[in-house]
């Protein structure tokens, strides 16, 4: 029998990314996260045109406004326990886990609740996205890989803030996520691995400095054995295959979600005032999108569901359109 070859690649992918070795033996070219283009990842600050209630000197991530106290970037070699402690380089460990003292807003301004924590992603600033849900509390997902271009710079430069980004999150419980994300505000594209948000803190790998046409790898792995349901660390792994730079949060917790809601492709926006301010061809594609089960099978035909924000202003055609292994966003 002829294996399809899409799955021939998948398999050998995901097989190779359990070793931890993923990138560099798929594709030959990724090296470690301690690459010199990786910089502890400088969040943008929210500017005079943040929602009113938004405090001075805030800062703007995938998850909405965050004093910068609580936004930890780690340095090459660092890793976030499980408690929520570092482990630095040479070992040591962080005597207590940092907390977060002040409270987050989402993109609109709204200030962080028990209530508002499970209010769907899309009224917390996400634009498009497209997702699925496992339908059982004894079911979830153990892995999610993707690959995408960077898009072009956009037209205009009016301090707007883009993440793209495919993600893993607890439906029954959505205070976390994980997710490789790439990011343009600045002038500039960066790619770094997500995780929030422990004791309210949001933790991110080093940047890396990414170009327009380079193709991204993105991959949400679990460390447990097949058939963990809710799997304590996971593995985020951010790769440009066009250079071979790479950052990860390796054996990041996951502070007891169980992860049955996945996101095959979304587009955060902050600040957008004119459609110019989005990507020049407008697009946005995940390919290569394979979702896994909790077994670290693959879901060979996800339900994917897509939505899109028609009531956004400016209004620039939000569209998406999304099948099994791809997923198309259009801004």
């Known amino acids: 029998m002829n294996t399809p070859r899409k799955v021939v690649l998948v398999t050998t992918v995901f097989g190779v990314a359990l070793t931890g070795a993923l990138a560099k033996s798929a594709y030959g070219s990724a090296s470690s ?15 005079p045109d943040r929602p009113a209630n938004v405090p001075d ?48 807003f989402t993109r609109s301004g709204i200030s962080s609740s028990a209530s508002e924590a499970k209010t769907p992603p899309e009224i917390n600033g996400w634009l498009e996205n497209a997702n699925v ?38 439906i029954q419980d959505t205070q976390s996520i994980l997710q490789p994300v790439l990011g343009w505000y600045w002038g500039q594209w960066t790619l770094a691995s997500w995780n929030c948000c422990i004791n309210g803190i ?43 730079e790479s950052t990860t949060l390796s054996n990041t917790p996951s502070d007891g979600q169980t992860f049955n809601w996945a996101f095959e492709g979304v587009l955060e926006a902050y600040y957008v005032v004119a459609c110019d301010d989005f990507p020049r061809d407008r697009r946005l594609t995940f390919e290569n999108v394979v979702l896994f089960n909790e077994n670290l099978r693959p879901v060979f035909d996800p339900q994917w569901s897509g939505g899109a924000d028609s009531t956004a202003t400016p209004s ?15 801004f």
């Open 133 to 170: 849900t496992t339908n059982s509390g004894t079911r979830s997902y153990g892995a999610l890989i993707a690959t995408w271009r960077v898009p072009p710079q956009p037209r205009a430069n009016d301090g707007q803030v883009l993440y793209y980004f495919p993600g893993l999150e607890d």
């Open 316 to 330: 620039c055609g939000y569209r998406v359109k999304s099948s099994a292994h791809s997923v198309t966003l259009d």
């Open 57 to 104: 000197g805030y800062v703007i991530t995938p998850f909405g406004y965050f004093h910068p106290s609580c936004v930890q970037s780690l340095a090459k070699g660092e890793r976030l326990m499980a408690d929520g402690r570092l482990q630095h380089v040479n070992g040591s460990v962080q005597e207590k886990a940092g907390v977060c003292n002040y409270p987050h």
């Open 202 to 244: 949001i933790t991110n790998s080093p940047a890396v400095n990414v170009s327009p046409g380079d193709l991204v790898y993105g991959s949400i792995t679990s460390t447990c054995p097949p058939g963990t349901l809710s799997c304590p660390t996971w593995n985020v792994l951010s790769v440009d295959l066009s250079t071979g």
């Open 33 to 47: 996260s301690d690459a010199p283009q990786s910089t502890p990842t400088k969040t943008p600050v929210a500017g």
